[in-house]
């Protein structure tokens, strides 16, 4: 078993920063790629920053402004978020790919509440 836990999230006001962090743990052979997606109000889950064998993508919205990092040792994602405005807001999930070989299987975290407003 594979557990996401995610923290950082909470209000932030436009311009602000917030730094999200996913720690994660469990049956864990090699993690291929961790990062996070982005569900706002009303629309679908959506990539924001995704770290995968040395290559990051990013959301076009993301460009500039956020920045991703991760701890091997701790298989732990960190996503630096700045000059954030009000449309950055959403649920924000974790996301890791984990396996080993030919074996591989995609996790979610429960999700952390990241609102900005004034």
């Known amino acids: 078993q594979v557990q996401l836990v995610e923290s950082g999230g909470g209000l932030v006001q436009p311009g602000g920063s917030l730094r999200l962090s996913c720690a994660a743990s469990?049956?864990?052979?090699?993690?291929?790629?961790m990062g996070w997606y982005r569900q706002a109000p009303g629309k679908q889950r959506e990539l924001v920053a995704v770290?995968?064998?040395?290559?990051?993508h990013f959301a076009d919205s993301a460009k500039g402004r956020f920045t991703i990092s991760r701890d091997r040792v701790k298989n732990t994602a960190y996503l630096q978020m700045s000059s954030l405005k009000p449309e950055d807001t959403g649920v924000y999930y974790c996301?890791?790919?984990?396996?080993?070989?030919?074996?591989?299987?995609?996790?979610w975290g429960q999700g952390t509440q990241v609102p900005v407003s004034s």
């Open positions: 770290s995968d064998a040395g290559i990051t």
């Open positions: 469990g049956s864990i052979f090699i993690i291929g790629a």
């Open positions: 996301y890791i790919r984990a396996g080993l070989g030919a074996s591989w299987s995609e996790y």
